[in-house]
């Protein structure tokens, strides 16, 4: 029997910004993995929810994030056990990922652990193409391009920041401090979103970094 696990990129947030082919994964497949939150309804499973049939088996996994490498490797070995033992009873599954996959996609880890396995990556919309769309501003236009950055790194002074100015705009993920982030950049426009999309959470669209006073780990800061 052949095992083959999907990345399903989710979107930023909004259920009805998945793509085709995630809707009909979520629908079909036999079995869905998301990441167990502890303390909080996943995120992943929330954004899926709407479109996930009642009796659709469901795998919750563990995290492995945080400071400890440690900590993270285990609980990928045993997210990566998990999977293939499931795949092995039922051949197919998806992996619910928030965003796309291919950006700061935490399950991109597990494949080392996950060989002989088939595995395909379904794109989801990024946080910062609905951040451009919601301000009606372009990511680039003509010869122009656009950056895509951690702001944690931007922090730790480890990018070049003249490098940066040659891009039309730049989005920085993971923006903690976007005050701290937009004085980087004094030339340039900047605006503010955080949780942009997620279903059932209060968000910010487009704010200037002076009248935010709250962020965390889902903050975007775009730059133009």
Do not use: C, N
Request: glycine share 10%; hydrophobic share 40%; charged share 25%.
């Amino acid at each position: 029997m052949r095992k083959r696990l999907y990345l399903i990129g989710l979107g930023p947030g909004d259920p009805e910004l998945l793509t085709l082919k995630a809707l009909r994964l979520i629908r079909t497949l036999p079995v869905l993995f998301y990441p167990k939150e502890e303390g909080r309804p996943s995120l992943a499973l929330s954004i899926a929810g709407p479109h996930i049939p009642e009796a659709k088996r469901l795998e919750a996994l563990p995290l492995f994030t945080g400071k400890d490498e440690a900590e993270r490797e285990r609980a990928r070995r045993e997210a990566a056990g998990r999977i293939r033992e499931v795949l092995a009873e039922v051949g197919e599954g998806g992996y619910l990922v928030l965003g796309d996959p291919g950006l700061y996609g935490s399950p991109y880890h597990l494949l080392p652990h996950l060989e002989g396995l088939e595995v395909e990556v379904v794109p989801g919309l990024s946080a910062h193409q609905l951040a451009a769309a919601r301000s009606r501003r372009p990511l680039a236009m003509g010869d122009g391009g656009f950056a895509v950055l951690s702001g944690l790194a931007l922090l730790r002074q480890k990018v070049d920041l003249k490098a940066i100015q040659a891009f039309q705009s730049v989005f920085i993920y993971k923006a903690k401090d976007p005050q701290a982030l937009a004085r980087l950049f004094p030339d340039r426009e900047a605006l503010v979103y955080r949780r942009l999309g997620f279903p059932g959470d209060p968000s910010l669209e487009g704010l200037p970094p002076s009248e935010v006073k709250e962020w965390d780990y889902w903050t975007l800061l775009g730059l133009w």
